[in-house]
Structures are given as C-alpha cells and as structure tokens.
C-alpha cells in the first residue's frame, strides 16, 4: 500500500481513482437507474405514486441524514476502513432491494441501502482530498466527477436495457461485481484519518437530522394523497421541531457532527447554498422527465434511458477538463454559467408532450442540461473541499453531499404535491404531462437560483494554492 501524498498519473494515484471512481458509480449507477424503473416497479408491485416516491426517497432519507456521521466516523477511524464498510453494506442492502415483494420491502430496503451510501459517499471525495498532492487535486476531483458521473448518468440507460432484457430487480443486482471490484482496488488506497479527532459522536445531532428530514419528508408525500388530516400536521411539526433541535444541538455541543464554524467560510457557505439549488432542481427533473418519457411518449424502458445519453457524453468529454480549467481561472464563472445553461436546457424539456420528436423536443433540453451539469459539478465540488482544512476533508465532503442529497429528497417530495399529481396519476399520460411542464420550469427557476448564489459568493481564487 503506498503513503500519501500520491501524484496523478502515477500507479498509486490511478489505484485511488479506481476505487472511488468505482465505489462512487455504485452508488449513483443505482440512485439513477431506479428512475427508469418506476413505472415497471408500480405495475410489478402495485405501488401509488407516493410508494415510488418513497422507494427514491426512503434511500435518500438515510443517506442525507447519516452522510454527516459516515464523513466523521472516517476523520476518526480511517477513511479508507470506513469506505470499505460501506462498500459492503450497499452490496448488502442492494441484493435485500431485488428481493423486494411489495413497496414496503423495497422502501425498508432502500432505508437500510441509504446507510451504506453514507459510510462510502463521504469518503470517496475525502480520500480524493488527503491522498492527492494540492496541486492534482482539482483534476483528480474533475476525473473522479467524469467518470464516477458517466456512471451516474448512464445509470437510466442501464436500467433501462435491464429492466426490458431481465427484470427491474437487476438494477440492483448489477451492484454486485461493481462492489467486488471496488474491494480488490481499495487494497492500494492508502489510509487517511483527522489525527485530531477525538471525544464522543454526535449521535443525537444525527437523530435530530433523521428526524427532521423524516418528518418533512412524510408530510410532503403524504399530503399529495387527499386531505391534509393530523398525521400530516404532526409529521411537519415534528420535521421543523427536530430541525431547530438540531441546529442548536450543533451550536451548543462540544463535538457537533456539522461544526458550525466551516459556515462562517463565505466560499463554504455559498459553495453549500449552490449545491442545494442545483442538486435539488437536477432530482427533481430527472424524477419527471424519466417517467414523461414512459408515460405520455410512450417511451420503453431502454429508450426512456437512451434518451439521456447526451449528458452522458458531455460529462465524458467536458469534466476532466472543466476541473483543470476552474484551477486555473477559479470556480466563480464555470459555477456561474454551468447552472444557467442547465436551466436553459430544462426550460426547453417543458415543451417535451405527446407526440414530441426526440431531435426537436428531448435532444436539445437533454444536451443542454448535460453540458450545464458538467461545467458545474467539478468546480462546485473543488470549491467546498477547498474552502476546509485538510483536516476535515471527511466532514466538508460529508456537509455537501448531506445538502445535494437532502435537495434532492425535498423536490421529489415536494414536487409532485406542488404540481397536483396523487395517487395513480403517474401512469396517466394527461394528468402528468400538466404536472410535468409545471414541475420542470419550477427546476429551471431552482437551477438558475444555483448560478446568482455561485456569482453573488465564491470568490474567483479560491482553488489556489
């Protein structure tokens, strides 16, 4: 196993990105690939509309909650002991997903899936960050995000291919060999901890975020069902209540898992609000415009994914580069525009109908979207881990996957009450179509806010060393 630093281009630098780029294309191959699934997973298992929300955002729930807790238990234990831990829980969990009998089984699963998110999501960037010599990171962080990314958003047309080919249950299965892989290259990683690092965890700041993101969580989905009754308000109140709880609990308490200190770093801050903008309107148009595609164009499976694959190729081609070139100009104007051209791209997906062409109505939206993303995700992620220590590369990585994710579980919860879609709606081609133009140019206004923030707050040199 080789020590740190390690230089790029080298054998122990291209073990490091294999094993994060690969642990990484697990996770989002999977967060991605279900999209696609939808439609088939309701009809397998008879699930409403709020049972496919759920079986997206019952994963996202623990994994936004817990990142935090994940990203300190490697400051603490090793970053590179945690990450493998995780590897094995998601593999776990992911094989308890494609066994799944109801809706029920599936959400619990994906809840048990999510904690395995949040022991080797953190620590992908975190290695990333304390392996790499300063000034490899930011390419390093470019490739990780082109071709972890690739995985990402070639997940729906994996999914696609296998949901029509085999069965929905092997978008879950394919993360099997990409764990075993993953476990094979980890031997080269070297290890990495915050020797400072010391005192109890904060358990109960991390109970404090399950509960208020659970709360909320349910409140939204379950008032898209009919009346808003008791148990909604109960919910809500209980999601706000825990929240204020837990941003005193992190000001008050001696070893708060989220210090309150890193928000006082205006790049920090700014990078985080960016990312709950941009992160937030990408899931909740990636929710809708899958689901668009099978249930008013009358998309399979495979074509639904297909469809997205221009992003796929943006990212390939733009993102090493896009890193590279934000170290040498500074994140402000890539993280200003990349948002704006995506936004530009989701404005034009609500023009997406029955009876739309793919060159006219989906390509030009899609690619659009796809370059916007690339010019953004390695610059946003460059910023947030160069604004904290090294020290607490494992938190600030944990910090901002916790809000992209925490973004992402709101707007699919949100999005589809705010639009007026319930019940069986998603398999009705009229009453979803109306919900889907509305809830993309809500997406578009979101991924727009993301640019102002970025142009209002990150400083042009912020990357340099």
Known sequence: MSTGPVQLGTAPGRWVLLATVLASAMALLDATAINVALPTIGADLGSSLAGLQWS?????LTLASLILLGGALGDRYGRRRIFVTGIVWFAAASLLCGLAQSTGQLVAARVVQGIGGALLTPG??????????????????????????????LGPSVGGFL?????????????????LLALVATRHVPESRDPTAHGRFDVLGALFGVLALAGLTYALIAAGGGPVGAPVIVAGL????????????????????????????RQFTGANLCTLAVYGALGGA????VLQLQTVLGYAATEAGAALLPSTLA???????????????GPRWLMTVGPLVAATGMLLLTRVGAGSSYWNGVLPGALLQGLGMSLVVAPLTATVLGAAPDALAGVASGVNNAVARAAQLLAVAAL??????????????????????????????????GGLVAWATIRADVLRT
């Open 124 to 153: 992908s960037l975190s290695i990333i960050q304390s392996s790499f010599r300063p000034g490899d990171r930011s390419r390093a962080i470019g490739l990780w995000s082109a071709l972890g990314g690739v995985a990402g958003l």
């Open 416 to 449: 589809p009450v705010a639009v007026g879609l319930s019940g069986d709606d998603y398999a009705q081609p009229r009453a979803f179509s109306a919900g889907f133009t509305e809830a993309m140019a809500a997406c578009a206004v979101l991924m727009a806010v």
């Open 163 to 179: 949901v029509d080919a085999v069965s929905w249950r092997w978008v879950f299965g394919v993360n099997a060999p990409l764990a």
């Open 238 to 265: 209980v999601g706000l209540a825990a929240g204020t709880a837990f941003v005193v609990r992190e000001r008050r308490t001696a070893a708060p898992m989220l210090p309150p200190a890193m928000f006082a770093d």
């Open 315 to 329: 990212l390939i081609l733009l993102s090493a580069r896009v890193g590279a070139l934000a170290q040498r100009i």
């Open 56 to 60: 997206v955002t019952g994963y996202t």
């Open 286 to 289: 990636s929710f809708f415009l």
